[in-house]
Structures are given as C-alpha cells and as structure tokens.
C-alpha cells in the first residue's frame, strides 16, 4: 500500500488532464448543456483564500452537473483593468501592462493548482487588445441605440496635483488627496453616461431569475421607484422651478423650499444680501460625498438664499433655501419641504425657526405645530388642506392613499403637475480619467462634434510608451501621438477622447466573449451562444449585487436591443459565498497579520484538503472564521479514503445485517449529497460522506460484509468525492483499474428501496414536552404508531390513568399526545 502524498500526484494529475484536454469544454448536441459561472479575479498578484472560498466550491458545483449528464462550460478569465495597476507603475516605476500581465502569469498557475475544470482555451482577459477592441464595438452600439450620452458631471479633483481622484484616493473626514494632502474639491467634467434608467422598471422585474431573495431587495432598494407626482413652482423671477414629491397630499403644508448647492438656479434666486453667504455654502458642499450629505445621522446645515417660490396650490409665498441635503442627481435637485409631516424637513425647521403647518390630523386630534416634538407620518384626515379637506389619509403609497389620489387629481385638472414615477438610479458614469482601461472610441472635431471611432479603425489602441507623473494625471493627455488624429468624417484635425471606460464596463459581458475569445469578427460566435447562452449558475460575492450585477443585467437587456441575444437576463441563477475571516474573526487584512496564505496551505496539506476544508467547514453562504485546527478533520478524511480505497478487503465471516447497513448508508450517502450539491449544501455533503467513511472503516475493522457491498460502498465514495478532491479520487480510480477517468463517470445513482430504513426512532410528546423514544419498524401505520406511543411506560406515568384528549401523529416520526 503507497502512502498519500498530494505534492507527487497532484501536479501529475493536473498536466494528465491538460495533456488529455480532458476538461476541453465544445458544443455537444447530444446533452443537456450547463453554463457554470463564477465571479472573475482581478490579478492582483496573489490568489488570497476568498479567491479559492469562491471558485473551489464552484468547481465541485460544475464537475457534479458534468456526472450528472450535462456538458458543462466553466470558464475563467482576468478583470485586468484598473486602478491598482497604475497605481503601481507610478509607485514601482514600472508599467501597468507589464504588472498585469506578469501577475496574470502568476495567478494562473495558482489557479491550475487549485484542480478546478477551467477550459483555459476560453480564457478571456480584458486588458487584451482583442478583448477591449468589442468592449469599444459596445460602447459605439449604445451610442447607435441613444444609450450613451456626454453631459457635464463632478468629480473628485485635487487641485495641486491637476487630477480627478477615484473614491479610494480621498482620504480622511477632511476629504484631502491621498498623495499630496492637498483639500479635494468637486469639478464638472464632460462625460459618458449610459442610461440605465431606461430600463429601470425592467431591472425590478425578477420573474425570469432564481437569484437570493436578499439580492433582490439591495436591487429594488437601489433602483428605488417612487410613486408621486410633478409639481412646477415659481420663483420670483417667473423660472419654473420642478419638484418630485411622493406625497403631494401635503403640498398644502410645504412652507420652505430647498434647492441643491448644484442647482442651476441658485444663482438667480440668490439675494445680494445672501450672496456671499450662499458662496460660502456651496463651496463647503463641494467638498462632501454624496453619502455624508444623505446621512440621516448627520446634522443638517442650510442657508437661505433670500429668494422665494410661489406654492402653485395656494399661491404662498415660500422662502428657498439651499441645503447639501438635497442632491442634484435625485428627482429635479430641489425638493418642497413639509416640516409637520416629514422628519428631516422638521429638524431643518425647528434649527432656522421656519413655519410648521400640519396638513394630516391624526385620530388622536389636531397637531399643535410649536408643540410638536417630531413630525407626524400616518393616517388621518386631510386638514388646512383647501379642495381635499376631509379626505382620508392611509398608509398606502402611490394612488392607494386616497388624499395621494385626491391631490394627483387636484394638480392634473389645475394644470399645476401629473403624475410621475420617479426612481432613485441614476444613469451609469463610464468615463474615468485613466489610463489603464478600455479607450472610449470617440474623437472631438470642431466641425462635427463627437464622432465614433469607425469599426475598421477599433481597437483604439493604448500607447505603451507613457510617462506616468507623480500626480497620477493620465499620460494619454499628453501623448501627443494618441492625441492628435482626424476627423473621420471630414477628414480634418481632431482630438481623441482621454478618459477611459469604468472596468464594470469590461465585466459586464466578459460571460459572453468566453464563448470566442479570440473571435476577431464578432464579440462572440452566435453558433456557441445559441448553444451555451444564457449562463445557467452565478457564484460571487454579495458586495456585487448593486453595481456589477445591475450593469450586467442592463448590458444583456441592451444587447437584446441590438439583436445580438434573444433573451433579457444574463444569468439564470445565482449564489453567493459568504466571506472566510481570520482566526481572530476579524477581516484578514496584512496589517492584522491574519490572512491565509492558499500556496502555503495546498505546499502543506495539498490542494484536495484544502479544498474540502473549504467546503465543509462552514455554511458556504455565510462563511466564517478560518480554523488551522479545523483543517485536520478533512486532511483525517482523505488519509482515510486513501487506505479503504487501497485495502485488499477479503470478508471473513458475511454478516447480513452488516451487509444491508452498508448498503443502506451509501445508497443514502449518494441520495444526501446530491440533494446537498443541489441546494450548495457544501459542508453536510462532506459530512455526509465522512459518515459513509465511518461505515466502511467498521467494516473495514469488521472484514463482516459482502465483497459486492464494499466495493460498491467504496466506488460510490469515490465518485461522491470527486467533485471535491478531484486529484485524490482520480488516483484512487485508476488504483481500481476503473475507466479512466472518473471525472468523466455518471453520478451514482440510490435506490430508495435500499435507502430505507429497518427502523425509525419515534419521538413521543405530551402537551409539546418529550416523554419518550421508541424504536418502531419504519413504515409501522399510523394507529400502530398510537398505540406503541400509549403502551409507552413512561407516557403512561405522564398520563397519571387519564384519557389523553387527543393524540396526533406527525409525519411518521413524532407522537404528540394531548392531555
């Protein structure tokens, strides 16, 4: 008997299959297909434990589907743009394509380590020429589509540098830039947007996707749909002035407006007693997020701007002040304010002293406005309210609340607002001032304004002989080569676009260019994606929910729009993983100095234990703290698997019962782990078949069972196995002299007549409390099963000679006896 030794077979193992192609992934006709998908990595350098807490388990996920019949695509690729890298050429002094790609090298030979069913013929990465050359293709098709559009936007800019930063490079409550310590400050920038509003009442519709119900609710909550209505005000100086309200019942009671520090009309409505204090204001708001000024713990701040508005519903004469509460990116950038009825416009009115009118009477009596302590949200009756006095009032949205319904009515046949739905999404900003990304594929001709790059002239090629500054400025400003073409309509001088695309912009079809990844005519061959698309299984993270896995599903919904998919969703199916922490429970990071090094791990215990550890050691959808001790319960697994599989098993004495309980724990073993790989149930499947380990170790111990039983207990191990030490089992097949190779073997199949148990334990209860145990031959009838609860001794004793009132048997199992 050869002793286990990973670190030999592993790696002999992983070039076999390379050698055989064996996990080589094409069109078969004659099976069901599955496209099995997981989150791609950014090639940091370093595959980390979350990388391999993500994909191991998925790839045990895919080979099962592949025994069970299906022919299985399970890709992978790099997410080789950003700012990491450019990050690095600026600090290391070298350039981010040579970093990418070297850390691309790395990772993918830590990635074969792992023994996943990657078809590496598919890898896709998308800082490669022929893969960004159709993220361009895209961007000119949703421009063709009226999805792409430019306008003036802001963005984080230090002034000292002569930069726009990205959110990681702001640092500290003072908001000041990472490298020079120099205050940031908000700049408008012409940029791209696509618009994902268009489809913002598509993306709430879930119907065609079995995705985790708390994904659902982080999408539905971002997209945020409101309904309310439009109202017009008017300034003074007769500017129409909109707002969205969800509550244009209380438009009556609105006695202050408040206008965004963006809103372009503050400067008009500002007094030339409160300019300079207006300035002010605004320049303060420049330097908050979007995030610290919607905080509700936040205290609010404001300044009047000695402008007023006229209430079009009647006819007051309200004073508007500018607030950094109210963001410019929601509804029209200015809001009405309604102090009794809503607590933020309340706190707002008691610190500046403005007037509170209540507008709702609740059942308890009228609202004493000086005496309020907070706002009143809740059902009553319209008050002080003019036409609609006396209509109710309900917590429903929308036209459900009759005096919502009632003022929607009011405004329409006034011609003072309609109706509207208003959602919280904004369009989607592609445009980043870097370097290292896709080029946006547009030139800028005095003449014709923004042309596309022609398709003949894509991909708009990054120049690799850059200068990258100490500012972080991108050198595409002042490479005089990329910068300076010609209009490809007339021909005449013209200027590329410098910013480059958002990265979520490459990830958010990468799952289709995994079809033809080297395809130079089209982004992917429609022959393969007729076959393989739309993906049937997503694994990633939940931090994904509200931006990769809401502009992949715009990208798809979009695509159909050109023609190119016939279907709207981009993924059937979702899970996602939970997230390993540190043995301190902590978030690994380097500088707590708990973070798991996998190479070290798969170099100690090899990659099949680690693996398996990974899937058993807690729920895959939660995650949970790493456990170096935890690790030697699965390595105990494998070493043990090794020697049943190599044991020269010769039964001394057959024993029946032992036979038939053999048989009954595999047969259950196969029926418990396919139902677990079913539902992701990782971690019961290995401990499902670490009991089936037990079973054969007695056996085993025993030599009491047939030959037919051990050998169908042990094979049916090991191809209950494969899917998660796929290295281990394939070596213990080919021991067997079963066919190689057991990756390519159909699932085992149970049957239930073998599964069944000879006897089941029957729990008995009187009034819920457990008065006994009592072993019953499985399948005993329900009134046998009364009748053995009530002969019990020790029911009997509970039941003091009294009559029970009633006794109910539940599902077989349980005797519930009611005093």
Not at 7 to 24: I, K, S, T
Not at 390 to 401: C, F, P
Not at 525 to 543: C, K, N, R
Not at 724 to 738: D, N, S
Request: hydrophobic share 40%; net charge negative.
């Amino acid at each position: 008997m050869s002793s286990y030794t990973p670190q030999q077979l592993e790696p002999r193992w992983q070039a076999q299959w390379q050698a055989d192609g064996l996990y080589r992934q094409v069109i078969d006709h004659n099976k069901p297909k599955h496209y099995a998908l997981t989150m791609l990595p950014y090639p940091s350098g370093d595959l980390h434990i979350g990388h391999w807490y993500a994909m191991t388990p998925s790839d045990a996920r895919a080979r099962y589907m592949r025994m069970k019949g299906y022919n299985v695509m399970f890709p992978m690729g790099f997410d080789a743009f950003g700012l990491p890298a450019e990050n690095a050429a600026i600090k290391r002094n070298i350039h981010p394509q040579t970093w990418t790609f070297a850390n691309i090298e790395r990772m993918r030979g830590q990635l074969r380590s792992m023994g996943a069913m990657f078809d590496w013929e598919r890898e896709a990465v998308s800082a490669d020429p022929s893969y960004y050359k159709w993220t361009q293709w895209f961007f000119k098709k949703l421009i063709e589509l009226g999805l792409a559009y430019r306008k003036l936007s802001a963005v984080d800019f230090c002034p000292n540098c002569n930069t726009t930063l990205a959110r990681e490079q702001v640092w500290g409550d003072d908001r000041h830039c990472e490298r020079c310590g120099t205050p940031v400050i908000k700049k408008d920038l012409e940029q791209w947007f696509f618009k994902t509003t268009d489809y913002a009442e598509e993306l709430l519709d879930f119907s065609q996707i079995d995705w985790p119900e708390r994904v659902k609710v982080m999408q539905t909550n971002w997209i945020g749909r409101s309904e309310g209505a439009n109202v017009v005000f008017k300034t003074e100086q007769g500017d129409e002035m909109p707002i969205f309200t969800t509550r244009p019942d209380t438009l009556w009671g609105a006695t202050f407006m408040v206008m965004a520090p963006e809103h372009p009309l503050v400067d008009t409505i500002t007094s030339a007693e409160q300019a300079e204090a207006v300035r002010e204001y605004r320049e303060q708001a420049q330097r908050l997020t979007d995030i610290d000024r919607e905080s509700a713990d936040r205290e609010k701040t404001g300044v009047f701007s000695g402008g007023y508005a006229v209430n079009p519903v009647n006819g007051a004469r309200i004073p508007i002040w500018v607030a950094d509460y109210v963001l410019m990116g929601y509804g029209f950038g200015a809001i009405m304010a309604v102090p009794a009825h809503d607590q933020r416009d309340f706190e707002f009115a008691r610190k500046f002293g403005l007037e509170i009118i209540p507008v709702i009477q609740p059942e308890s009596g009228a609202l004493d406005a000086d005496a309020m302590p907070e706002s009143y949200v809740g059902p009553g009756v319209m008050v002080n309210s003019g036409p609609i006095d006396g209509t109710a009032v309900s917590d429903d949205k929308g036209r459900k609340n009759p005096s919502i319904a009632a003022a929607i009515d009011w405004l329409a046949d006034h011609n003072a607002g309609e109706e509207a739905i208003n959602y919280r999404l904004r369009d989607w900003l592609i445009s980043r001032q870097r370097y290292w990304g896709a080029p946006i594929p547009v030139v800028y001709c005095p003449e014709h304004g923004a042309v596309p790059v022609p398709d003949e002239q894509l991909p708009v090629l990054l120049p690799e002989d850059v200068e990258f500054m100490p500012t972080g400025e991108s050198p595409l400003r002042f490479h005089e080569e990329f910068l300076h073409t010609e209009c490809p309509i007339c021909g005449g001088p013209a200027q590329r676009e410098t910013d480059t695309m958002d990265t979520f912009m490459c990830s958010s079809w990468y799952q289709y260019r995994y079809l033809s990844p080297n395809d130079d005519e089209a982004p992917f061959d429609p022959t393969e994606g007729a076959y393989w698309l739309p993906v049937d299984q997503y694994t990633g993270g939940i931090e994904h929910a509200t931006m990769h896995l809401i502009y992949t599903r715009f990208f798809t919904k979009a695509m159909r729009e050109m023609g190119l998919v016939d279907f709207a969703e981009p993924m059937l199916a979702l899970h996602n993983q939970g997230m390993v922490l540190g043995e301190d429970n902590e978030k690994m990071s380097k500088s707590r100095g708990n973070v798991v090094a996998p190479d070290d791990l798969v170099q100690q215990y090899g990659a099949d234990t680690v693996r398996t550890y990974l899937m058993f050691f807690t729920k895959w959808d939660q995650g949970g703290p790493w456990n170096y001790d935890g690790i030697k319960g699965p390595q105990r697994l494998l070493l043990d698997v090794w020697d049943i599989a190599q044991h020269a098993y010769a039964p001394q004495k057959e024993d029946a019962q032992a036979t038939r309980n053999l048989r009954r724990k595999t047969h259950q073993t196969i029926r418990k782990v396919g139902q677990d790989f079913e539902s992701f149930s990782f971690n019961t499947a290995v401990a499902a078949i670490m009991e089936l380990r037990n079973t054969l170790n007695d056996a085993k111990r025993n030599q009491n069972v047939s030959a037919a039983a051990w050998a169908e207990g042990v094979e049916s191990m090991l191809l209950l196995l494969a899917p998660i030490a796929p290295h281990i089992t394939e070596e213990l097949w080919a021991q067997r002299g079963r066919p190689y190779s057991i990756h390519q073997q159909s699932w085992p199949q149970w049957d239930e007549a073998i599964a069944k148990e000879d006897t089941i334990t029957l729990i008995v209860q009187i009034n819920g409390k457990v008065r006994d145990r009592i072993d019953v031959p499985a399948g005993t009838p329900e009134a046998d099963l009364k009748a053995a609860a009530l002969a019990s001794d020790n029911v009997q004793k509970h039941l003091e000679g009294k009559e029970p009132r009633k006794v109910i048997v539940v599902k077989g199992k349980l005797v519930n006896i009611v005093r």
